[in-house]
């Protein structure tokens, strides 16, 4: 009789630790689904965001837009065509935003130096970090194009 019991208990135990452990592996597949969905839908948002491409020259004096659906493409073709020895702004503008929203990267290589800022309705704040290079200049606009999230997780300003 005391067998049985001793049986009947294990076998209550075993059942328990086998519902336990498939509940928790059915969660955490169903959080897999869930933040490869959120992916997606971020995507899905990123398609839709219309980011128009200027370039200022002569200090901000002449401004010309590059286009108004910018691409990494363009961007990468537009910085690589402009001539940075003298002083340019290259800027992403977010034309689907609320509020006006802009990244721009600026300067010259040669006493101006380079620079970055994020222009809001309200603010204007710069890169914490120096930059060097003209790649490093694309990357920050690149990375603007594929998100602010991307871009705001990348990058500090202040």
């Given at each position: 009789?005391?067998t049985y019991i001793i049986f009947g208990v294990l076998a209550l135990i075993g059942i328990f630790a086998l519902i336990s ?79 006006y929203k802009a990244l721009h990267v600026s300067g010259s290589l040669g006493d101006d130096g380079l620079a970055s800022g ?41």
């Amino acid at each position: 009789m005391n067998t049985y019991i001793i049986f009947g208990v294990l076998a209550l135990i075993g059942i328990f630790a086998l519902i336990s452990w498939n509940s928790k592996r059915n969660s955490n597949t169903h959080g897999i689904a869930e933040n490869k969905t959120e992916l997606r839908n971020v995507e899905i948002r990123q398609e839709k965001r219309d980011l128009k491409l200027t370039v200022s020259y002569n200090y901000g004096e002449t401004t010309k837009t590059i286009s108004e659906k910018a691409t990494a493409e363009i961007i990468k073709s537009t910085m690589k065509s402009t001539n940075w020895n003298e002083f340019h702004i290259v800027q992403l503008e977010d034309e689907n935003g609320n509020g006006y929203k802009a990244l721009h990267v600026s300067g010259s290589l040669g006493d101006d130096g380079l620079a970055s800022g994020f222009v809001t309705d309200d603010d204007h704040i710069l890169l914490v970090k120096p930059l060097e290079t003209v790649d490093q200049m694309t990357e920050i606009l690149l990375n603007f194009l594929k998100g602010e999230n991307v871009w705001r997780n990348k990058y500090e300003y202040k």
